[in-house]
């Protein structure tokens, strides 16, 4: 009998202490969720105002109010979207996007002009290339190369050394440059139609 108490004492000390342990991360986690979605959501007011070249102010608040002052949301059934407004009138639009990479899926943001010819800008949001290859796309040289960029025909994108090139790839990494320009073409060409559908054009 003593023997079965022995065994059954650290049973019973591991399962209290992993029910323990399992309360206090919930609590934590379920504490934090607000938090997580403010930063999520700042992080997304950050992006739009960047591939729109507004730039960010330091302050959370600030930034906020800079947002909420200069954009416009909009949901339909097939596209959210943004509108870049000023007391002139609209400047531009900005959509999601979201495609395959090497390793996993490639998201951000691109503002468009309003006869949607011109890239405003280009933001990525999440990815998981390489680190120090197709992770370069992060990079302020990669992505200012989008900013005023003309897409008025298509392939939109295209990478040199092509004759046609209109951006520099990422050396050494092929693939992740493929995958962004498939990404940004098919995405465009989605985005022209929708355009034209929605009467966005000028």
């Known amino acids: 009998m003593a023997k079965k108490k022995k065994i059954l004492y650290p049973v019973l000390f591991m399962i209290g202490l992993t029910a323990l342990y399992t309360f ?3 609590s934590i986690n379920q504490g934090s969720l607000e938090i997580i979605k403010q930063q999520e959501a700042l992080a997304e007011q950050k992006s739009i105002l960047y591939v729109f070249g507004i730039d960010a102010p ?3 608040d600030a930034t906020t109010d800079l947002y909420t002052s200069k954009i416009e949301t909009v949901e339909t059934k097939t596209q ?3 509108i870049y407004k000023t007391s002139d009138g609209i400047k531009g639009y900005a959509f999601p996007f979201s495609g395959k990479g090497l390793w996993g899926s490639i998201s951000g943001h691109i503002a468009l002009s309003t006869d949607f010819k011109t890239v405003l800008g280009l933001n990525f949001t999440s990815h998981s290339e390489t680190p120090g290859l ?8 990669f992505k200012d190369q989008f900013r005023n960029l003309d897409v008025s025909a298509s392939p939109y994108v295209v990478f040199r ?15 992740t440059s493929k995958s962004v320009s498939t990404i940004l073409n098919d ?4 985005i022209d139609t929708f355009a034209q559908k929605e009467g966005l054009y000028d």
Request: hydrophobic residues 35%.
């Open 80 to 82: 959210s979207y943004y």
């Open 187 to 190: 995405f465009m060409a989605d």
């Open 58 to 60: 330091d302050s959370n």
């Open 161 to 175: 050394p092509s004759d046609s090139g209109n951006v520099d790839a990422i050396t050494g990494a092929t693939l």
């Open 134 to 141: 197709g992770g370069r796309i992060d990079e302020d040289w």
């Open 24 to 26: 206090i991360l919930a």
